[in-house]
């Protein structure tokens, strides 16, 4: 693999930034605290540290002991989730910013996907992702509204 070909990293970078920003459109539509631009920025985020990642391991994979690639990746996993925990509140009766906290953890395994060069499963996951988040707002609300008395 080609580190320093900058059209093989911009393509991944781009990739990352489309995939993203479909995520992002959709809590953007919604007015969430978490919109399009931070959805773009913790993809390519993700991605640019596993491409760094990948690029280290490359550099240095020779020398005893080998650097694990992964070890870049499971910082990320951390830092999401920092970040995630902050969109949630909690009110009296209710959670909000679950949806959005999910969605980010998301947009970063999708950076972290292009970031290695696994495309076929960030396009099914942003595909499968930007559905759940249009189609199952409505499943829901049908369900809460059909099942409303059921707990009574």
């Known amino acids: 693999m080609m580190f320093n070909d900058l059209g093989h990293i911009t393509f991944k970078i781009i990739l990352t930034v489309l995939l993203?920003?479909?995520i992002g459109v959709e809590r953007e539509i919604r007015h969430k605290g978490a919109d399009l631009r931070t959805h773009?920025?913790?993809?390519?985020?993700?991605?640019?540290?596993?491409l760094t990642s990948i690029y280290?391991?490359?550099i240095y994979k020779s020398q005893t002991p080998s650097i694990d690639p992964t070890r870049m990746i499971a910082g990320i996993i951390t830092g999401i989730?920092?970040?995630?925990?902050g969109t949630i509140m909690r009110g009296?009766?209710?959670?909000k910013g679950l949806t959005t906290a999910a969605a980010l953890w998301v947009v970063s395994g999708i950076g972290i996907a292009v970031g290695v060069g696994y495309y076929s499963a960030?396009?099914?996951?942003?595909?499968?992702?930007?559905?759940?988040?249009?189609?199952?707002?409505?499943?829901?609300?049908?369900?809460?509204?059909?099942?409303?008395?059921f707990n009574s």
């Not at 773009?40 to 596993?50: Q, T």
């Not at 989730?81 to 925990?85: H, I, K, Q």
Request: aromatic share 12%; glycine share 4%.
């Open 40 to 50: 773009i920025l913790v993809g390519v985020s993700s991605a640019l540290v596993s």
């Open 56 to 58: 280290l391991f490359d």
């Open 122 to 149: 960030a396009i099914l996951v942003t595909l499968i992702t930007f559905i759940v988040l249009i189609f199952m707002r409505s499943i829901e609300r049908f369900l809460s509204d059909k099942f409303k008395n």
């Open 20 to 22: 993203s920003s479909l």
């Open 92 to 95: 009296e009766s209710d959670v």
């Open 81 to 85: 989730g920092f970040l995630c925990a």
